[in-house]
T-cell receptor, first 112, second 117 residues
Framework: NAGVMQNPRHLVRRRGQEARLRCSPM?????VYWYRQLPEEGLKFMVY????????ESGMPKERFSAEFPKEGPSILRIQQVVRGDSAAYFC??????????FGQGTRLTVV | AQKITQTQPGMFVQEKEAVTLDCTYD???????LFWYKQPSSGEMIFLIY??????QNATEGRYSLNFQKARKSANLVISASQLGDSAMYFC??????????????FGTGTRLQVTL
């Protein structure tokens, strides 16, 4: 039973480009969370999705950021027109029911 | 709103000694869960231990134990018999069980633990 899979592990984008981060939850998990970790800081909640639905996006920046979790396929966090301040580690976590959430290994985004 | 406070940016401990990492929290929820995660230099988030707000016993997982003092709103992590591999960042987190705080984790700023010979 594979864990939460995130790809890519490292992503470099130039300012103004788009970044797409993918998260495949653990098998059978229908709840997905995205968190962002700035250097030397803790993780900050961004968005919580269940299949095809955004449940809580209170941590998402209002512009340029979007997330989806389609019926088939991985969850995608999309950042349009990236800026240097978007450089961070982005973590995905999944859970099912009342279980503990399991984290992926993260995607480290660097904007140059 | 929920808040986690970790007041120790860095800690040193000698190998084989025990160490306590502090965590205090604030919430208006009656029911909540408290977590500790380890983040080694490789970057992944490793779940260590969980304490429910209504659990009467302090949680233990191997060398990890959680010193839960509900009245003081503290949930300190105790690592016994420290090993060099314990050197990492440690994050305290909480999750509410109702309304808008349900599901998502709120993290502290972390404590960097360095285990020395």
């Amino acid at each position: 039973n594979a864990g939460v899979m995130q790809n890519p592990r490292h992503l470099v984008r130039r300012r103004g480009q788009e970044a797409r981060l993918r998260c495949s939850p653990m098998k059978g998990h229908s709840h997905v969370y995205w968190y962002r970790q700035l250097p030397e800081e803790g993780l900050k909640f961004m968005v919580y999705l269940q299949k095809e639905n955004i449940i809580d996006e209170s941590g998402m920046p209002k512009e340029r950021f979007s997330a989806e979790f389609p019926k088939e396929g991985p969850s995608i966090l999309r950042i349009q027109q990236v800026v240097r301040g978007d450089s961070a580690a982005y973590f995905c976590a999944s859970r099912q029911g009342a279980q503990e959430a399991f984290f992926g290994q993260g995607t480290r985004l660097t904007v140059v | 709103a929920q808040k986690i406070t970790q007041t120790q940016p860095g800690m040193f401990v000698q190998e084989k000694e025990a160490v306590t990492l502090d965590c205090t929290y604030d919430t208006s929820d009656q029911s909540y869960g408290l977590f500790w995660y380890k983040q080694p230099s490789s970057g992944e988030m490793i779940f260590l231990i969980y304490q429910g707000s209504y659990d009467e016993q302090n949680a233990t997982e191997g060398r990890y134990s959680l010193n839960f003092q509900k009245a003081r709103k503290s949930a300190n992590l105790v690592i016994s018999a420290s090993q060099l591999g314990d050197s990492a960042m440690y994050f305290c987190a909480m999750r509410g069980r109702s309304g808008g705080t349900a599901s998502k984790l709120t993290f502290g700023t972390g404590t960097r633990l360095q285990v020395t010979l």
